[in-house]
């Protein structure tokens, strides 16, 4: 696709749910990152693939946070029983292989915990 | 572990002024340096990437300094306009993990 595409752009679940984040990366690109933004600040890194392949996950808050790229293109976020603290953007971003190193990223998916 | 810092946190200045934007960054191993751009609500728009080995880069009214021994880069932007107003942050890549800095507020007062 033309950019990174995220759904669902807003999300409201209740303390205890489980949600899913989707990234779709552009047609490509090889590394694909995930970012959380609390109001405010700047983005923190959660966790890092490299095609299929999860690198670097040190950034993932708690047990709870899981990431998936299976098939090394589209990428889901998964937060199981959130909490009111995981209220924040959840960002994507990607760069290709031929590598400039520019980030490229999404419009985010903005998610409120009650 | 590498940290970044923006300075300062929040700026307002009257349209056209030209002002400057600072991000200082503790290990000067770093493989790029990127300027973005973020619009409340929205995600980040890249403004200028400089690999390490370049010390400055240009796009339009918009220019961008590297420093890599002293940890530094300033972006520097002139003669302002409202439509500037946005939050600056600039990232540090070293290998394949890219660091935030917390941003710079920037107002520009018609």
């Known amino acids: 696709g033309a950019g990174v595409s995220q759904s669902p752009r807003y999300k409201v679940a209740k303390r205890g749910q489980d949600v899913a984040l989707r990234c779709d990366p552009i047609?490509?690109?090889?590394?694909l990152f995930w970012y959380q933004q609390a109001l405010g600040q700047g983005p923190e890194f959660l966790t890092y693939?490299?095609?299929?392949?999860?690198?670097?996950k040190s950034g993932l808050p708690s047990d709870r946070f899981f990431a998936e790229r299976p098939e090394g293109s589209v990428s889901t976020l998964k937060i199981q029983r959130t909490q009111q603290e995981d209220s924040a953007v959840y960002l994507c971003?990607?760069?290709?292989?031929?590598?400039?190193?520019?980030?490229?990223f999404g419009e985010g998916s903005r998610l409120t915990v009650l | 572990k590498q940290e970044v810092t923006q300075i300062p946190a929040a700026l307002s200045v009257p349209e056209g002024e030209n002002l400057v934007l600072n991000c200082s960054f503790t290990?000067?191993?770093?493989?790029?340096l990127q300027w973005f751009r973020q619009d409340p609500g929205k995600g980040l728009t890249s403004l200028l990437l400089?690999?390490?080995?370049?010390r400055e880069q240009t796009s339009g009214r918009l220019n961008a300094s590297l420093d890599k021994s002293s940890g530094r880069s300033t972006l520097y932007i002139a003669a302002s306009q409202p439509g500037d107003s946005a939050t600056y942050l600039c990232?540090?890549?070293?290998?394949?993990?890219?660091?935030f800095g917390p941003g710079t507020s920037l107002s520009v007062i018609p």
């Open positions: 971003a990607t760069k290709g292989g031929a590598d400039t190193g520019e980030l490229f």
């Open positions: 047609s490509g690109h090889v590394s």
């Open positions: 693939f490299q095609n299929e392949a999860q690198l670097d």
């Open positions: 290990d000067s191993a770093i493989y790029n």
């Open positions: 400089i690999q390490s080995s370049q």
């Open positions: 990232a540090v890549r070293n290998h394949d993990k890219v660091i």
